[in-house]
């Protein structure tokens, strides 16, 4: 599998730095792993939008998502389409809201929300912890810990498996996730602050203490906010895990 940065920067985009976004290449496979502000150009930079086999998308924030009404644009108003869209409708994996989220999301005002249904267009397959399909890509989900519906994902081809985090914070369903996963994408906001309440991400020992836990051959810290000490969280993680640490960076690629 190859893993290719598309965008990392945490609920917030940075100069030059969109928000979530990866895409994943396994054989002929080909899977887009968020789609946040600003990703959707990255992503033409390395496929057609029109060669995806799947959309996988852990929660609904629109750092998370902003970048699918871009996605939406593309397929239903490209004037020359490789195929009928509609008879090729993209698998879209995402909490059970995804629709009617990802249409208000695009919509201008109530009556075109009200004309609006993305499932002409694409095939959205409510999110559950459990094991999907694409191609010959197993994705194996299970429920993450944050402030909505939210989920994370291992990825297996080949014998090779790559696990994201999505947005959350520690806990054993994760870290059974990740077990013995060749390379473990993790979200890292921050550093860890004594006495502040977390519910909503990890900090880079967090991320580096789940690695080493699950057993993971590698650490990729992403979701970093623009306003956090970068060089930081990368210290505190591989303090933290013994292996390999790098922090994510756009267009960055992974051999899985």
Known sequence: MQLTVLGCSGSAPGPRLPTSGYLVSAGGVRIVLELGGGVFGALTRHCDPFDLDAV?????HLDH????SALTVHRRGHPEPPFDVRERRL???????????????????????????????????PLKPGRYEVGDVAVEVA??????????????????????????????ELVELARGADLLLADAAWRAQAGRANYLHMSGREAGEVAREAGVGRLV?????????RAGVLADAAEAFPGPVALAAPDEVYEV
Request: negative net charge; contains cysteine.
């Open 221 to 229: 810290l992403t979701h970093v906010l623009p306003w956090s000490d």
């Open 143 to 172: 429920a993450a810990k944050h402030i909505c519906e939210a989920y994370a994902f291992r990825l297996t081809h080949g014998g090779s498996s790559l696990v994201f985090t999505g947005d959350t914070v520690p806990c054993r």
């Open 91 to 125: 698998p879209v994996f995402a909490p059970s809201h995804a629709p009617s989220r990802l249409a208000a999301a695009h919509a201008a005002d109530r009556a075109e929300l009200a004309r609006l249904d993305l499932r002409t267009t694409f095939d959205f397959v």
């Open 56 to 60: 996988l998308l852990s929660h609904l």
């Open 65 to 68: 998502c902003a970048d699918f």
